[in-house]
């Protein structure tokens, strides 16, 4: 990794994160590949498109605790990215996020916290998710 910045990567419903590194259904990824690798800009791209839903989330944050909260409640599996510091201004530029919590919901940004609510409440985002993909069941 280049300057300590990587992301790691869970489902929703996983083991928590605490159990990183030690097996428990943590997939660890870097956004940071080799040189003539992938650019983190483009690997985040990527992500995003690749899953239905995505969370780029800080570790420990509580906005991004009821995120993944909310989602699994409606039978969401959210893939949801922890950002470093480094990581996160280079996810921030490359996904259009102003800020983090920022959810992508079949590669569209819906926003923070609020645009997840305001989805949720005004009855758009279980339509939303099964129009993409996201719903188990």
Known sequence: ????????????????????????GMLG????????????????????????VVI???RGCCMCHVMRRLLAAVGAHATVIELDEAAE???????????VPAL???????GGLDGLMGL?????LVP???EVGALCG
């Open 1 to 24: 990794m280049q300057g300590g910045g990587g992301v790691s990567c869970a489902v929703a419903g996983d083991a928590p994160s605490s159990t990183r590194g030690g097996g428990g």
């Open 56 to 58: 780029f989330a800080r």
């Open 89 to 99: 201004e280079a996810a921030a530029s490359a996904a259009a996020a102003a800020a």
């Open 128 to 130: 939303r998710l099964r």
């Open 104 to 110: 992508f919901v079949g590669g569209a940004p819906v």
């Open 29 to 52: 990824l870097t956004l940071f590949d080799p040189p003539g690798g992938e650019q983190p800009a483009e690997r985040i791209g990527r992500l995003v498109r690749e899953s239905p």
């Open 120 to 124: 949720h409440l005004s009855g758009r």
